[in-house]
């Protein structure tokens, strides 16, 4: 298996217009369009899937929450779920597997997963074998200026991944773990990267978007069981 960069491509997002003067909530929606309210906890939705920083679905939360608004996830909550050693951290707290891990900016022992921790940059890399450290940390770390996250790959763990929506996934076997994960970081749609040990206890490893363009029927469905698109 080759060590291979990650970088994330340009995603589905709904298009961005001027906003009138509008109630706080009418002109949330019209920023993303992806704006609902979940049916049993009252709270706000922003589903939009994409939560990048300065991204549509970050301002769409950001804006939201300036006009008191109570809604998920809010900035903190994007910010805590997709920098992954806050990511990490906060599971490990929450009493959620983990894999260990270390934030540097130059050495690295593989076999490791590495993600770059730049507010400008999303990359990711698994790197199995000694000869390409060097190579991969200095392209994450640009330079070896800015720092990345190290969590240690198990002696034969797999790295695998499962959709999250609203706490709910459509494989059975990842139920409880997509509520946990739901309860913890309050992201309503999201891709959680998973490491999967050779006896089949699952680690968390870090979370993904989950852009609502790209649900499957099914994702969809679940979604309009569960909130109401009256905004």
């Known amino acids: 298996m080759k060590d291979i960069i990650l970088t994330e491509t340009e995603l589905d997002k709904p298009a961005v217009g001027l906003l009138p003067q509008r109630p706080a909530e009418?002109?949330?929606?019209?920023?993303t369009g992806y704006i609902a309210r979940h049916k049993t906890e009252r709270f706000l939705l922003n589903l939009d899937g994409y939560y990048g920083y300065l991204e549509n679905g970050y301002y769409a939360s950001l804006e939201a929450s300036a006009e008191g608004m109570d809604i998920h996830p809010t900035c903190s909550e994007i910010i805590d779920g997709y920098v992954v050693p806050i990511f990490l951290e906060k599971a490990?707290?929450?009493g959620l597997k983990v894999p260990e891990y270390y934030?540097?900016?130059?050495?690295?022992?593989?076999p490791v997963i590495v993600d770059s921790i730049n507010p400008f940059m999303s990359r990711r890399s698994v790197v199995l074998k000694n000869r390409h450290q060097e190579r991969i940390a200095k392209s994450l770390t640009r330079n070896f200026t800015y720092a990345i996250c190290c969590q240690e790959l198990p002696a034969g763990a797999r790295i695998g991944n499962f959709r999250s929506i609203l706490g709910w996934s459509t494989k059975p076997?990842?139920?409880?773990?997509?509520r946990s994960v739901w309860e913890v970081f309050r992201i309503p749609l999201v891709t959680v990267r998973t490491i999967i040990l050779p006896d089949g206890e699952i680690m968390l490893s870090g979370l993904l978007p989950l852009p609502f363009a790209r649900l499957t029927p099914r994702e969809k469905r679940?979604?309009?069981s569960q909130v109401e698109w009256q905004i």
Do not use: K, W
């Not at 009418?26 to 920023?31: L, N, Q």
């Not at 934030?103 to 593989?110: A, H, I, K, L, Q």
């Not at 076997?173 to 997509?178: A, M, P, T, V």
């Open 26 to 31: 009418a002109a949330a929606a019209e920023r």
């Open 92 to 94: 490990r707290q929450a």
């Open 103 to 110: 934030v540097t900016n130059s050495y690295f022992e593989p």
């Open 173 to 178: 076997r990842y139920l409880d773990l997509s």
């Open 222 to 224: 679940f979604i309009e």
